[in-house]
């Protein structure tokens, strides 16, 4: 039997998220009764039960910092044990928003404008306001640079910026986008193979942490998207091509706002 190791929890904000996909996937492997299947959290017996255990392959399920960054990937290469999903490089240019930005405005795909704000700088709040007026102007996104699953991203003005900000603290950085208005198109890549896009329709505010993953907030999700062909194509061609730059492999998202007949990454 091929052994399976899965990895889930963690110590993101996203760790609940990551147990129930685990929990997922562990039962639809386990249906057919074909595999050694081992969930684990990786603390500090990780590596002595890697090894241990010896699987041919690991899951990595582990969702944020930690998980998705590259941190978890480097131990994986070091054991030289296969595992799911991109690699160092590719993990950490994906979830740093300011790098992966870089990449998209570096080769031409539209990404909404943003500055990156550290709390080292001491700015006084006339002046953060005035600057953010004068670069992106309000409404804006303010969110961390390094998390996923839409954790602490806000929506804000000039009224509650520096409120929301100090929530923020713990992060040390943050990231202010311009708001951009209009339908959340996502398009999902599978080993250079585009899977397909989906549009979700929150009922809240926007497609937030609560929108995501508590169903309650009866979130739709459409597919197939109601766009042209020609905007399919469009949006489908821009995901793929972030995929590659990026270097991904294995599976990729890419989340879009679609407004004015322009695709936002």
């Known amino acids: 039997?091929?052994?399976?190791?899965?990895?889930?929890?963690?110590?993101?904000?996203?760790?609940?998220?990551?147990?129930k996909t685990a929990k997922s996937v562990f039962f639809e492997l386990n249906k057919d009764k074909k595999y050694n299947i081992k969930v684990i959290n990786p603390d500090g017996q990780?590596?002595?039960?890697?090894?241990e255990f010896r699987p041919n392959v690991v899951l990595n399920l582990l969702h944020g910092r930690y998980g998705e960054d590259g941190y978890i990937q480097a131990i994986l290469e070091s054991e030289k044990v296969k595992y799911t999903h991109s690699g160092v490089l590719s993990s950490s240019l994906a979830i740093d928003k300011d790098l992966s930005k870089k990449i998209f405005i570096k080769n031409h795909i539209l990404t909404p404008k943003y500055l990156i704000y550290s709390y080292r700088n001491h700015i006084s709040k006339l002046k953060l306001i005035k600057n953010l007026q004068k670069k992106i102007g309000f409404p804006l996104v303010v969110k961390p640079l390094n998390e996923g699953s839409s954790v602490n991203v806000f929506i804000?003005?000039?009224d509650n910026v520096v409120k929301i900000l100090r929530?923020?603290?713990?992060?040390?950085?943050?990231?202010?986008?311009?708001?951009?208005?209009?339908r959340e198109i996502q398009v999902a890549i599978l080993s250079e193979k585009i899977l397909g896009a989906i549009e979700l329709k929150p009922r809240r505010k926007f497609y937030d942490y609560q929108a995501k993953?508590?169903?309650?907030?009866?979130?739709?999700?459409?597919?197939?998207?109601?766009?042209?062909?020609?905007?399919?194509?469009?949006?489908?061609?821009?995901?793929?091509?972030a995929?590659?730059?990026?270097?991904?492999?294995?599976?990729s998202r890419s989340d879009f706002r679609f407004y004015k007949n322009k695709f936002y990454l």
């Open 167 to 182: 929530r923020l603290k713990e992060y040390g950085e943050v990231i202010f986008e311009k708001y951009i208005p209009g």
């Open 213 to 241: 993953y508590n169903p309650k907030a009866k979130t739709e999700h459409i597919i197939p998207v109601k766009i042209s062909s020609n905007q399919y194509n469009k949006v489908t061609k821009i995901a793929l091509k």
């Open 1 to 19: 039997m091929k052994k399976i190791l899965i990895l889930a929890g963690g110590y993101s904000k996203e760790k609940e998220i990551s147990i």
């Open 46 to 51: 990780f590596i002595k039960v890697l090894r």
């Open 243 to 251: 995929h590659r730059l990026l270097k991904c492999r294995g599976v």
């Open 156 to 158: 804000c003005n000039k």
